[in-house]
């Protein structure tokens, strides 16, 4: 049976509206007043929930949370400590990991352009598997492993499934950048290449379609098209691999009322999908591996800002917050939704709909349009953004040189920060130009 998920609806497990909005039964508007605005809160309660309903919902397959959503120390010990693998692709999410003592056998390597030295770093540390992008990495990575050592490798698969809320996140058809295109031939040649390797073992093959997937069906799909790979490389070769990675992907409700794929719908149909073609193909089941990432810290989220100024225009009415698109850049990369509340204080006016703008020169810095704010919202209220755990600080930048937010933890009525606000001197720090 599945652990059940938190309720629907873009709001984390312990948030709750009355009698005043809190988080991790920390009071909000208390969060804004002693770690500043714009600041990003993280609910460790709804983080550890949703590994569990992972983990409980597929019990054979590993669940490899996918770092680039977010990561912080604190992060990769809730995850280490919840059971997870690590799916990391640069080295500093590899450093992070490693500075907390992630285990090195449950991290995945990926990058479709790693460095030598990244490479080096993950086969020094013993990576549980390190992803195959390209042809040419595969002689690198086997020239980095000891006298008598062996990597495992898994191959990226080009399934030619096209899914994702937007063409920016879809990554499982011909014509992008990742992974082995089976049509080319190159998947085939880098399964022959591997084979040839002593120094690597070749564990399975791994795909990922897209982000924001909120249906099962391209996963039944991609599912089906790897299978056929795997019982290919047992019809070419005689090797039965063991294990199948499916990527993330799943999406999760930015505003109220949106469906989301949850672990178990996603789990029933895969495992079903992967079972059956293997035994129409007869091929032993693959253990699977799954990499989410945004639906284990998106919702767990929320980025508190304050009102600076309101402003009734022609055909709108602007409400400017103290943050801005470098600390979401989702909508204006991909169109992307969102919706706030007023939290701190109660309004008694109906609400009318506002466009959220922040504080950068471009009109395109909008963080939210169309959301319904009581109508005597004015500077100085603090509002809450939710489902932002997952590529908003990960993604952050510093235009305008504007420091990135901090990140607060709540649980159990405690708030504690786990990465500190960037500072004007922290900026100044890296201009070491005169
Ligand atoms: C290889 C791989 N695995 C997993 C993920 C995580 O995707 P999501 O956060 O949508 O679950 C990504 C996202 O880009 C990815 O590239």
Redesign the pocket.
Known sequence: MSEPLPPGGPWSATTRFEPVARTGGVPLADLAERFGTPAYVLDEADVRQRCRAYRSALPGARVVY?A??FLCRAMAAWIREEGLGL?V?SGGELAIARSVGFPADRIVF?GNAKSPGELRQAVECGVGRV?VDNLAEITRIAGLVPPGGRQKVLL?VIPDVEAGAHPA?R?GGEGQK?GLSVATGDAAAAVARVLRQPELELAGL?C?L???IRTPEPYEEAAHVMVEQLARVRDTYGVVLPELDL????GIAYLEGEYFLTPADFAVRVVKAVEERAAALGLPVPRLIV?????VSGPAGLTLYRVVAVKRALTRTFVAVDGRMSDNPRPSLYGARYTARLVGRRSGMPDRPVTLVGHHCEAGDVLADDVPLPADVRPGDVLAVPATG??HHSMASTYNLTGRPPVVAVHDGTARLIVRREEIDDLLRRDVGL
Request: glycine share 18%; aromatic share 8%; with cysteine.
């Open positions: 996918a680039k959503a799916d692709c990926h992803v990226r996140v990554t990742f791994h990922h897209g982000s924001q990527g993330g992907g799943q990499e989410p990432g945004r639906s997952a590529y």
